[in-house]
C-alpha cells in the first residue's frame, strides 16, 4: 500500500544509475582474453594451483564451444569482447568497515541508495565494484552462529575445503560457452555458508556496480544452505550508460539441502549497453524449497534462466520472473525445473512487458525423469504489450519421461486495451498515470513478493517508462 | 416533481446545443443534433430505445476517444467541456458510471481510487494515506459496503451487480458535479437494482448540488430514482421532454410511437 506514496516523492529523471565515477583501479589486464590473461587473474588472487587448472581448462571449453544461435543476437558480442576488460581491481583489498571504502566507491554506493539506514534492516551487505568485491559485512548476530557470508576469494581462501567440495558442482564449466567463460575468469561474487536449522531474519544483499567502461564482470557466487535451514539474498545490479557495450556473465551455485528453504532475488536494472548472460541454478535436497524471483529490467541483452534441479524426494522448486523490455531491448528470460525425485514439485510464473520496440522471449525447460512419480509443475507465462511494435515469443519445452507426473501450462498474451484506459482516464488519472496503474496491476502477484524497497524500485521504473509511451 | 431546495443559482451547469456525434472513422452522425440543459442539483433521465444514440451521447460527454464530435458545443461550468481530455473532464467535476465497468487485474479498488485522488492533486503534492483510508471506510459506510469489498480487484470476477456497487462506490468517493449513468440498470435483478438506487440516492441527499443523468431503456429505475425531467431519445436527437409522466406514458405505450414520427 505505501509504494505509491514512496513513488511520488522520488525524482523521475531518466535512468538514474547512468552516471560515471571518477575512480582510478589499481590494476587491469589489457583487453581482450588469452591464458596469459587468466594466469594474471588467478596470480593476483593468489590461488592454489587446482584453481589456475580448472581456469584454464575451462578456457579451453570456451574457446571450443561455439557462440549460441538461439536465444537473443550475439552476433556483435565477438567484437565486443576483443574490446573487453575482463579484470579491474578497483581497490587493494577489501574492506569490512564502510569508513575504509575509498571516498569516491563509497559515494557511487550511497548515491545508488544503500545508505547506513537500510544496510541496518540487512542481515549483512556485500558491494561489487568492477571485478571485486570492495566491501562485505555480516551482522555480529549471524556471525556467531556460524553463518559465512564472504567475498567468493575469501570463501576459497578461508574456507577452501567446503569451497572445493561444492564450486562447479552445480554449474560446470562446460555446461554452456558463458559458464565456462566465467569458470575461467570469475572475480568477486559471494560465499555464503548457512549452517544447518540456522533461520535468517532479514536478506542478505550484494549490490553488483560496473564503473569502467567495457568492463566484462563475472561474479561468482556460491551459497550452501544446510539442512532445515532458511535465508534470502537479494542482489542488485546497475552500471554508467556508455556508447561502447559492457558484458555481464555471472555464475551463481545453490546447494540447499535438506528441509531448508532459500530464497534467490535478483534486480537487474543494467544500462542498455549491457549484454546480460548468466546461468544461476540451485540443487534442491530432500523435503528442500527453492525459490527464484527474477527481475530483468535493464540490460541491452540478457538471455537468464535460473533453475531448480529438484533432487530428493519432496523437493520445491519455483521461480517468479519479471522481465521488461523497453525500446532495442530484449528479455529473453524463464525459468528451468528438472524433476529427478518422486512426489517433487515446481512451478513457474512468468511475467513480460514489451514496450516501444522491445523484445520479451520466455524460454522454460520443464523435464520429469523417468521415477520422479508424482512430480507436479506448474508453469504459467504472461505477456503484455504496450504498443504495436512490441513484441513477445514463448518457447515453453515439455520433457516428460515419467507416467505419473503431471503438468500444466498457460500462456496468455495481452494488450493494454483502449478501454483501460478510457476507464481510468474518466476517472482522472492522465494517460500515462493509467497506463502505469495498469502494468503495476499486470506485476502485481510478483511484485508483491518483492522487498519494500525494490518493489518501490520497479514501481518507480514502470512509472518512468510509462510517460510518453501512449498515442 | 422532485424540485430541489434552495437552488438560487439557476443557470445550467450543462448545456448541450445542437450536438451531432459519429463513431470515429464512421460517415454517418449518430447524435443529430441533441440539445439539453442540466441545472445544479437536478436528475434527468434519458430514455431511448436500442440504437437511439443515449449512450453514445454518454461517452461523449466523457470523451471517449472512439466517437468524434462533428458539430455543436457542451459546455459545463461554463467550459468547454469539448476542448478537454477525458482526465480534464474528470478532474472538472464529470463523472461517467459505465454500462460495461472494465476489468483492471491486479489492481484493488482502494488502489484504484487513491490513484484517481492522487490524480487530483498539484504536482509535489501528496494525497494522506491516512486520510485516504478514513475516507475510504466512511464511504463504504454510507453506502452499506463490506470494507473487504475495497480490496478485491477492480471488477476482476465482478456479478453485474458488483461491477456497479463498484460504480457507485467510485462515484462516492470522486463526489463528482455530475453523474452520467450509463444504463446503470441494465442486466440488474430487481435486489440488486434496488441496492444501486439507494447508493445514489444517498449520495443525492449528500450532495444536493449534484446533478445526475440516467441514461436508460427501462422505465423501473425510475420508480426508485425520481428524476426531475425525462427526456426521450429517438434516432439520435431529443424528440420529446418533461416531467416523470413522460416515462410513465412511456411505460404504457413503448417506443413505436416515436418511431413512427421520426421515420415519417
Same mark, same amino acid.
Not at chain 2, 472512439?66 to 478537454?84: C, P
Given at each position: 500500500?505505501?509504494?505509491?506514496?514512496?513513488?511520488?516523492?522520488?525524482?523521475?529523471?531518466?535512468?538514474?544509475?547512468?552516471?560515471?565515477?571518477?575512480?582510478?583501479?589499481?590494476?587491469?589486464?589489457?583487453?581482450?582474453?588469452?591464458?596469459? %590473461?587468466?594466469?594474471?587473474?588467478?596470480?593476483?588472487?593468489?590461488?592454489?594451483?587446482?584453481?589456475?587448472?580448472?581456469?584454464?581448462? @575451462?578456457?579451453?571449453?570456451?574457446?571450443?564451444?561455439?557462440?549460441?544461435?538461439?536465444?537473443?543476437?550475439?552476433?556483435?558480442?565477438?567484437?565486443?569482447?576483443?574490446?573487453?576488460?575482463?579484470?579491474? +581491481?578497483?581497490?587493494? +583489498?577489501?574492506?569490512?568497515?564502510?569508513?575504509?571504502?575509498?571516498?569516491?566507491?563509497?559515494?557511487?554506493?550511497?548515491?545508488?541508495?544503500?545508505?547506513?539506514?537500510?544496510?541496518?534492516?540487512?542481515?549483512?551487505?556485500?558491494?561489487?565494484?568492477?571485478?571485486?568485491?570492495?566491501?562485505?559485512?555480516?551482522?555480529?548476530?549471524?556471525?556467531?552462529?556460524?553463518?559465512?557470508?564472504?567475498?567468493?576469494?575469501?570463501?576459497?581462501?578461508?574456507?577452501?575445503?567446503?569451497?572445493?567440495?561444492?564450486?562447479?558442482?552445480?554449474?560446470?564449466?562446460?555446461?554452456?560457452?558463458?559458464?565456462?567463460?566465467?569458470? @575461467?575468469?570469475?572475480?568477486?561474487?559471494?560465499?555464503?555458508?548457512?549452517?544447518?536449522?540456522?533461520?535468517?531474519?532479514?536478506?542478505?544483499?550484494?549490490?553488483?556496480?560496473?564503473?569502467?567502461?567495457?568492463?566484462?564482470?563475472?561474479?561468482?557466487?556460491?551459497?550452501?544452505?544446510?539442512?532445515?535451514?532458511?535465508?534470502?539474498?537479494?542482489?542488485?545490479?546497475?552500471?554508467?550508460?556508455?556508447?561502447?557495450?559492457?558484458?555481464?556473465?555471472?555464475? %551463481?551455485?545453490?546447494?540447499?539441502?535438506?528441509?531448508?528453504?532459500?530464497?534467490?532475488?535478483?534486480?537487474?536494472?543494467?544500462?542498455?549497453?549491457?549484454?546480460?548472460?548468466?546461468?544461476?541454478? @540451485?540443487?534442491?535436497?530432500?523435503?528442500?524449497?527453492?525459490?527464484?524471483?527474477?527481475?530483468?529490467?535493464?540490460?541491452?541483452?540478457?538471455?537468464?534462466?535460473?533453475?531448480?534441479?529438484?533432487?530428493?524426494?519432496?523437493?520445491?522448486?519455483?521461480?517468479?520472473?519479471?522481465?521488461?523490455?523497453?525500446?532495442?531491448?530484449?528479455?529473453?528470460?524463464?525459468?528451468?525445473?528438472?524433476?529427478? @525425485?518422486?512426489?517433487?514439485?515446481?512451478?513457474?510464473?512468468?511475467?513480460?512487458?514489451?514496450?516501444?520496440?522491445?523484445?520479451?522471449?520466455?524460454?522454460?525447460?520443464?523435464?520429469?525423469?523417468?521415477?520422479?512419480?508424482?512430480?507436479?509443475?506448474?508453469?504459467?507465462?504472461?505477456?503484455?504489450?504496450?504498443?504495436?511494435?512490441?513484441?513477445?515469443?514463448?518457447?515453453?519445452?515439455?520433457?516428460?519421461?515419467?507416467?505419473?507426473?503431471?503438468?500444466?501450462?498457460?500462456?496468455?498474451?495481452?494488450?493494454?486495451?483502449?478501454?483501460?484506459?478510457?476507464?481510468?482516464?474518466?476517472?482522472?488519472?492522465?494517460?500515462?498515470?493509467?497506463?502505469?496503474?495498469?502494468?503495476?496491476?499486470?506485476?502485481?502477484? %510478483?511484485?508483491?513478493?518483492?522487498?519494500?524497497?525494490?518493489?518501490?524500485?520497479?514501481?518507480?521504473?514502470?512509472?518512468?517508462?510509462?510517460?510518453?509511451?501512449?498515442? | 416533481?422532485?424540485?430541489?431546495?434552495?437552488?438560487?443559482?439557476?443557470?445550467?451547469?450543462?448545456?448541450?446545443?445542437?450536438?451531432?456525434?459519429?463513431?470515429?472513422?464512421?460517415? $454517418?452522425?449518430?447524435?443529430?443534433?441533441?440539445?439539453?440543459?442540466?441545472?445544479?442539483?437536478?436528475?434527468?433521465? $434519458?430514455?431511448?430505445?436500442?440504437?437511439?444514440?443515449?449512450?453514445?451521447?454518454?461517452?461523449?460527454?466523457?470523451?471517449?476517444?472512439?466517437?468524434?464530435?462533428?458539430?455543436?458545443?457542451?459546455?459545463?461550468?461554463?467550459?468547454?467541456?469539448?476542448?478537454?481530455?477525458?482526465? #480534464?473532464?474528470?478532474?472538472?467535476?464529470?463523472?461517467?458510471?459505465?454500462?460495461?465497468?472494465? #476489468?483492471?487485474?491486479?489492481?484493488?479498488?482502494?488502489?484504484?481510487?487513491?490513484?484517481?485522488?492522487?490524480?487530483?492533486?498539484?504536482?509535489?503534492?501528496?494525497?494522506?494515506?491516512?486520510?485516504?483510508?478514513?475516507?475510504?471506510?466512511?464511504?463504504?459506510?454510507?453506502?452499506?459496503?463490506?470494507?473487504?469489498?475495497?480490496?478485491?480487484?477492480?471488477?476482476?470476477?465482478?456479478?453485474?451487480?458488483?461491477?456497479?456497487?463498484?460504480?457507485?462506490?467510485?462515484?462516492?468517493?470522486?463526489?463528482?458535479?455530475?453523474?452520467?449513468?450509463?444504463?446503470?440498470?441494465?442486466?440488474?435483478?430487481?435486489?440488486?437494482?434496488?441496492?444501486?438506487?439507494?447508493?445514489?440516492?444517498?449520495?443525492?441527499?449528500?450532495?444536493?448540488?449534484?446533478?445526475?443523468?440516467?441514461?436508460?431503456?427501462?422505465?423501473?429505475?425510475?420508480?426508485?430514482?425520481?428524476?426531475?425531467?425525462?427526456?426521450?431519445?429517438?434516432?439520435?436527437?431529443?424528440?420529446?421532454?418533461?416531467?416523470?409522466?413522460?416515462?410513465?406514458?412511456?411505460?404504457?405505450?413503448?417506443?413505436?410511437?416515436?418511431?413512427?414520427?421520426?421515420?415519417?
Amino acid at each position: 500500500m505505501p509504494q505509491n506514496e514512496v513513488i511520488q516523492g522520488l525524482d523521475l529523471d531518466d535512468y538514474k544509475f547512468g552516471f560515471v565515477t571518477d575512480s582510478e583501479p589499481v590494476f587491469r589486464t589489457r583487453p581482450g582474453l588469452d591464458s596469459d %590473461i587468466v594466469r594474471q587473474i588467478s596470480a593476483r588472487k593468489d590461488e592454489p594451483e587446482w584453481m589456475l587448472k580448472r581456469r584454464l581448462k @575451462a578456457l579451453d571449453i570456451y574457446e571450443s564451444k561455439p557462440m549460441p544461435d538461439w536465444g537473443g543476437d550475439l552476433s556483435e558480442l565477438e567484437d565486443t569482447l576483443s574490446e573487453t576488460y575482463f579484470y579491474v +581491481k578497483p581497490q587493494e +583489498k577489501m574492506e569490512r568497515s564502510w569508513d575504509d571504502v575509498p571516498e569516491n566507491i563509497k559515494q557511487t554506493f550511497e548515491r545508488l541508495g544503500i545508505p547506513e539506514a537500510e544496510r541496518k534492516i540487512l542481515a549483512g551487505v556485500g558491494a561489487q565494484y568492477d571485478s571485486e568485491m570492495v566491501y562485505h559485512s555480516l551482522k555480529e548476530e549471524w556471525e556467531s552462529k556460524g553463518v559465512i557470508f564472504d567475498s567468493i576469494e575469501d570463501g576459497l581462501k578461508n574456507h577452501p575445503e567446503l569451497f572445493r567440495k561444492h564450486f562447479g558442482t552445480v554449474i560446470p564449466a562446460a555446461d554452456n560457452k558463458f559458464a565456462a567463460l566465467n569458470s @575461467a575468469v570469475w572475480s568477486g561474487g559471494s560465499f555464503v555458508y548457512i549452517p544447518p536449522g540456522v533461520h535468517l531474519e532479514t536478506p542478505l544483499q550484494a549490490y553488483f556496480r560496473v564503473n569502467q567502461e567495457r568492463l566484462g564482470q563475472f561474479e561468482r557466487t556460491l551459497i550452501i544452505a544446510g539442512e532445515g535451514s532458511r535465508a534470502h539474498y537479494i542482489e542488485g545490479c546497475t552500471a554508467p550508460v556508455y556508447s561502447s557495450d559492457s558484458f555481464h556473465s555471472g555464475v %551463481i551455485e545453490i546447494v540447499v539441502g535438506r528441509d531448508a528453504f532459500f530464497r534467490y532475488t535478483t534486480i537487474q536494472n543494467w544500462s542498455t549497453n549491457m549484454y546480460n548472460l548468466v546461468t544461476q541454478r @540451485a540443487l534442491v535436497q530432500q523435503g528442500g524449497h527453492m525459490e527464484w524471483l527474477d527481475g530483468n529490467l535493464g540490460s541491452k541483452l540478457t538471455m537468464k534462466y535460473p533453475s531448480c534441479y529438484l533432487m530428493g524426494e519432496g523437493a520445491h522448486g519455483e521461480i517468479l520472473s519479471i522481465a521488461y523490455a523497453g525500446d532495442g531491448q530484449h528479455q529473453d528470460t524463464g525459468g528451468k525445473v528438472i524433476h529427478v @525425485a518422486p512426489n517433487t514439485s515446481s512451478s513457474i510464473v512468468s511475467k513480460s512487458i514489451s514496450k516501444g520496440t522491445g523484445r520479451a522471449s520466455y524460454r522454460g525447460l520443464c523435464k520429469v525423469y523417468d521415477g520422479a512419480s508424482n512430480a507436479k509443475s506448474n508453469v504459467e507465462c504472461d505477456a503484455l504489450l504496450i504498443n504495436e511494435t512490441s513484441r513477445t515469443d514463448t518457447f515453453p519445452y515439455i520433457e516428460i519421461d515419467e507416467r505419473s507426473a503431471s503438468v500444466g501450462h498457460e500462456a496468455t498474451v495481452s494488450k493494454v486495451g483502449d478501454e483501460q484506459l478510457f476507464y481510468l482516464m474518466s476517472r482522472g488519472m492522465d494517460e500515462a498515470e493509467a497506463m502505469a496503474l495498469i502494468v503495476r496491476g499486470f506485476i502485481e502477484p %510478483i511484485a508483491k513478493e518483492l522487498p519494500l524497497e525494490y518493489a518501490v524500485e520497479l514501481n518507480r521504473l514502470i512509472e518512468l517508462e510509462m510517460e510518453g509511451s501512449v498515442g | 416533481m422532485n424540485q430541489p431546495e434552495g437552488q438560487m443559482d439557476d443557470s445550467p451547469i450543462l448545456s448541450i446545443s445542437g450536438l451531432t456525434a459519429r463513431v470515429a472513422g464512421e460517415p $454517418i452522425d449518430i447524435l443529430k443534433g441533441v440539445d439539453l440543459a442540466v441545472r445544479p442539483g437536478e436528475t434527468h433521465a $434519458i430514455m431511448g430505445p436500442n440504437g437511439s444514440g443515449k449512450s453514445t451521447l454518454a461517452k461523449v460527454l466523457a470523451g471517449h476517444p472512439g466517437y468524434e464530435v462533428t458539430g455543436g458545443s457542451v459546455a459545463f461550468r461554463g467550459q468547454d467541456l469539448l476542448e478537454m481530455e477525458p482526465d #480534464e473532464r474528470a478532474q472538472t467535476g464529470v463523472f461517467m458510471a459505465f454500462q460495461y465497468p472494465v #476489468e483492471i487485474p491486479g489492481v484493488s479498488i482502494a488502489n484504484f481510487l487513491r490513484t484517481a485522488l492522487q490524480a487530483r492533486l498539484a504536482d509535489g503534492e501528496e494525497l494522506d494515506l491516512f486520510d485516504f483510508q478514513e475516507l475510504l471506510v466512511e464511504r463504504m459506510e454510507l453506502l452499506d459496503m463490506d470494507p473487504a469489498f475495497a480490496e478485491r480487484h477492480v471488477n476482476e470476477g465482478f456479478s453485474g451487480g458488483e461491477k456497479k456497487r463498484n460504480e457507485i462506490l467510485q462515484m462516492a468517493v470522486l463526489k463528482p458535479t455530475l453523474a452520467v449513468m450509463d444504463e446503470t440498470d441494465s442486466g440488474l435483478d430487481i435486489d440488486a437494482l434496488k441496492i444501486v438506487a439507494h447508493g445514489v440516492n444517498t449520495l443525492k441527499k449528500e450532495m444536493p448540488g449534484m446533478s445526475v443523468l440516467l441514461i436508460t431503456h427501462y422505465q423501473r429505475i425510475l420508480d426508485h430514482i425520481a428524476p426531475d425531467a425525462v427526456h426521450v431519445m429517438v434516432g439520435g436527437a431529443i424528440v420529446q421532454s418533461g416531467g416523470p409522466e413522460v416515462a410513465l406514458e412511456l411505460e404504457a405505450q413503448g417506443y413505436e410511437e416515436y418511431r413512427a414520427v421520426t421515420a415519417g
